[in-house]
């Protein structure tokens, strides 16, 4: 599954989270897309949780 993402506020910057689900277990990136005034982008860190309700 593609979801496409964008800034609530200027410049609106544009990243698609990628989501595939398997037998046991999910899988996830994220594409930074090309964008006007945004030569570049290094991720320092990734700060993503996930909390999973009752007992999946």
Same mark, same amino acid.
């Given at each position: 599954?593609?979801?496409?993402?964008?800034?609530?506020? /200027?410049?609106?910057?544009?990243?698609?989270?990628?989501?595939? =689900? *398997?037998?046991?277990? =999910? /899988? *996830?990136?994220?594409?930074?897309?090309?964008?006007?005034?945004?030569?570049?982008?290094?991720?320092?860190?990734?700060? =993503?949780? *996930?909390?999973?309700?009752?007992?999946?």
């Amino acid at each position: 599954m593609l979801i496409p993402l964008e800034g609530a506020a /200027a410049p609106l910057r544009k990243i698609n989270l990628v989501v595939r =689900t *398997f037998n046991d277990g =999910t /899988a *996830f990136r994220y594409e930074v897309l090309a964008q006007l005034n945004w030569e570049s982008y290094v991720m320092y860190d990734e700060n =993503t949780i *996930f909390n999973l309700v009752d007992d999946p």
